[in-house]
């Protein structure tokens, strides 16, 4: 088994021209987009000319047919730059349209996933509220069925892409009464319903990624808006989440990558006492320990999605290695992003603290993914949970 990151020529190309994307057309204005909040309004259509909107969509919908590798590969790429806008891209094309496509009846697909592969859609994902976040299961959220329409009541928030986006993926209590077993899943077009407002929250990190308060009033959906049948909301929920974790280490493994790379040019040119900072071995300290945290961040990330890859039911789950490896991932990825990070500040000193340089906006962007996507405490909680099932095998 081959432990050195051999990617295909495919899939260096990919690399190769994501990076070069995001170095050309995604730096020269970061500085000023972070500092005003908002993002590159053609930034997926910039996407779909890339090939990466639904990259791991079928071609018939308009997609690349690749894999998660190749996803993390992207967004990873992205990150390098911009590891908020790399969410935002995810937080559309995999936590929204990706669960959307594995769930949705063909019908619903075929209207939906063309218009997510061509940029002409951006899509967001309405699970957490304001008094249910780790306890995703105890939303409030209503949907109650009158006639052939649903009357959507409740709030959504810390919604990425809500402010700009045309479509939502989201879930509700179709029988409060069941508890867990009694959530649905629905979406809707923005600019088709009426009972539904969208205001910004205001961020220090993850500028230029658009997140929302989404409020529901009385909002009505056609009854044909139901995604995967009546109640069978949790386990439309929960086979997001696996891939949505393994996907979105990208995010901050692009960060730490870049960290590296800013803070060895720097050291290297950066001279205090007579000579460069680099040679000092409080520097290098921090050095090493940023290269050996982003690799083991990248042998966790990619050996998940590999793995994820490999498997013909990618749901993960409660019981299974993927709900591990993916919660794993995002924890070990998370973590380490915002220590190096904080190491690369240090390196940098004042300049690190100052918004021209990208530095700055790695540190301010890496601490959201010990809280997003699952919190490290129920990451943990997941991981312990799979390690203690009587059927569990040491060794992946």
Partial sequence: MALNFDFSEEQRM?????????????????????????????????TANLGINGIVFEEKYGGAGMGYVETLLAYENIARVSNALSMTVGASQ???????????????????????????????????????????????????????KYIINGSKTFITNAPVGQFMTFYAKTDPAAGPKGISAFFFEFDKVKGCTVEKIKKWGMRTSPTGLVTFDDMELPAENLIGGLNKGVAILTSGLCTERITLSGCTLGSQRSCLELCLKYAKERVAFGKPIASFQ????????????????????????????????????????????????????????????????????GYGYCTEYAISRHFLDQKLWEIGAGTSEIRRMIIARELLRDDFKSGR
């Fill in 282 to 349: 409080s520097i290098q300290d921090k050095l090493a320990n940023m290269y050996t945290g982003y690799l083991a961040s990248k042998w966790l990330a990619y050996s998940a999605a590999s793995y994820c890859d490999s498997q013909k039911n990618k749901s993960g789950g409660k019981g299974t290695d993927l709900d591990r490896m993916a919660a794993a991932s995002l924890l070990f990825c998370g973590e380490m992003g915002t220590k190096i990070a904080l190491d690369a500040v240090q390196i940098f000193g």
């Fill in 94 to 148: 995999t936590l929204c349209f990706d669960n959307f496509r594995r769930n949705a009846s063909e019908e619903q697909k075929e209207y939906v996933l063309p218009k997510a592969c061509s940029g002409e859609w951006i899509g967001c994902l309405g699970i957490t509220e304001p008094n249910a976040g780790s306890d995703a299961m105890s939303m409030a959220t209503k949907a109650e069925k009158k006639g052939d």
């Fill in 14 to 46: 990919l690399e190769e021209s994501v990076y070069k994307w995001a170095i050309n057309w995604l730096e020269p204005q970061m500085e000023h987009m972070y500092e005003i909040d908002e993002m590159p309004p053609t930034l997926f259509k910039e």
